[in-house]
């Protein structure tokens, strides 16, 4: 039975508004703040990825009947991975650094809109144990950011 506090996608909004400001901040930020502001921003996009793809995706594509929105939103964190992995191999004054982490900041925004716009209200009206989903996740995450 849904909920109108869930939980779940109270923290997904929430991981969303961090990072969005956070790429705001980096618009605005000095060379050496920007290093330290664009290791946030991947170590933040990989524990709330790992999140979605390893627990919270699966229980939403079982919920909703919109195999092309799950599919969409697993290539959209596809093309993230692709992005975080050449910029950990750049440095932050690399000439293209700043040009990938521009379009990591556009596809994060285009994939936000998309989950919260469509994605979250589906899956508000699923049949989810939202509660278990919870806890399930919150102990995850732990082990993600301890790693």
Not at 100 to 121: A, D, N, Y
Not at 126 to 144: F, G, N, Y
Request: no cysteine; glycine share 2%; net charge negative.
């Amino acid at each position: 039975m849904p909920t109108m506090s869930n939980p779940v996608l109270t923290m997904l909004k929430a991981d969303h508004k961090k990072v969005n400001a956070l790429f705001a901040e980096y618009r605005e930020a000095s060379a050496r703040k920007q290093q330290d502001i664009a290791q946030a921003v991947i170590q933040e996009l990989e524990i709330h990825a790992g999140l979605e793809e390893e627990l919270i995706y699966p229980a939403i594509r079982e919920g909703i009947d919109d195999d092309e929105l799950m599919n969409e939103a697993n290539e959209e964190h596809h093309l993230v991975h692709v992005l975080i992995a050449e910029l950990k191999k750049l440095k932050p004054n690399d000439d293209t650094f700043k040009a990938k982490f521009t379009v990591l900041g556009e596809l994060v925004k285009h994939h936000v809109k998309e989950e919260e716009g469509e994605m979250f209200p589906q899956a508000q009206k699923a049949e989810i144990d939202w509660e278990e989903l919870h806890a399930e996740v919150m102990e995850r995450k732990e082990q993600l950011m301890a790693a």
